[in-house]
């Protein structure tokens, strides 16, 4: 009988031993998910996710800012499937899967992924330049750069620090407008370097809006090279305006020919 009692006693043991471990602890959790490698500005973005091993703990997706570090967004569940993440502006954001206890202690969570999230961006935020260097030209054509070299043809801006994709370009080839009434003739040519890709190339005539539009290498570099032909005795003053389509509101490294 003592026997038995203690084969039983050794039974229960066992069972609740085995009851009591939990899921996640069997083995490492298989946790992560996938995000689009570019979204698109103010809209929500479809990831997905799984998270296989985790038994009865807490699945939760994250996005973290430097104000408030970690914090939690969606409640999901062991498994796998498709989410959202909320419309965010141009920028690039860090979001991850994390597992907590039925505590609400964490317990892990893989390496975060970076979400790209690309949007038409105006060139006067783009580029931070010094008060006064923008303007409009003959009252009816803002811009944001003012070229001006003795040379005739020569690089205007050059981008070493690209956080965009494409970039629409407004110019006009005019006269200084602190002197009316002089009006030039010919023509000036835009060409949009591009590393990798040919050349974009717009050719106008003076004092006449001029449009260029090309697409990008991100975190490639690009340049913009103005030239002028039939300007007689004068040299044209370059007026340039644009949009680009980013994952950031400010480029940092650029260098551009000031007036």
């Known amino acids: 009988m003592r026997k038995l ?11 609740t031993a085995l009851v009591a471990t939990p899921v996640s602890a069997a083995g490492t ?3 992560g998910f996938k995000v689009p490698a570019h979204a698109h500005a103010n809209k929500p973005t479809k990831v997905h996710w799984h998270a296989h091993g985790v038994g009865k703990d807490s ?7 430097s104000a408030n570090g970690w914090q939690t967004f969606r409640h999901l569940h062991e498994g796998s499937g498709k989410t959202t993440i909320p419309a965010e502006p141009v920028g690039i954001y860090d979001f991850r899967i994390a597992v907590f206890t039925h505590s609400g202690k964490f317990a892990t969570a893989p390496k975060g992924r970076k979400l790209h999230v690309f949007g038409t961006v105006k060139w006067k935020s ?5 008060k006064g260097e923008s303007g409009k030209y003959d ?21 070493t620090d690209n956080p965009c994709t494409s970039v629409h370009i407004s110019y006009i080839a005019g006269s200084d ?9 010919g023509s000036g040519t835009v060409k949009l370097g591009r590393h990798g890709r040919s050349t974009v190339t717009k050719t ?6 001029g449009k260029l539009h090309g697409s990008l290498a991100l975190g490639k570099p690009w340049s913009i ?3 002028e032909d039939g300007a007689g005795s004068r040299i044209y003053n370059w007026y340039m305006n644009g949009t680009a389509v980013c994952d950031q509101q400010r480029i940092t490294g650029f260098s551009y020919n000031q007036n």
């Not at 009692?5 to 069972?15: D, E, H, P, T």
């Not at 407008?177 to 003739?185: A, F, R, T, V, Y």
């Open 29 to 31: 959790p298989d946790i």
């Open 126 to 130: 783009l580029f931070q330049l010094p």
């Open 225 to 227: 090279n103005v030239s």
């Open 139 to 159: 009252g009816r054509f803002p811009y944001v750069f003012r070229f001006f070299s003795n040379d005739v043809d020569y690089t205007a801006l050059k981008v």
């Open 204 to 209: 106008t005539a003076a004092e006449y809006v």
């Open 177 to 185: 407008p602190e002197s009316p009434g002089q009006n030039l003739s």
């Open 59 to 65: 699945v939760v997706l994250q996005g973290y800012s």
């Open 5 to 15: 009692v203690s084969l039983i006693g050794i039974a229960v043991a066992a069972s």
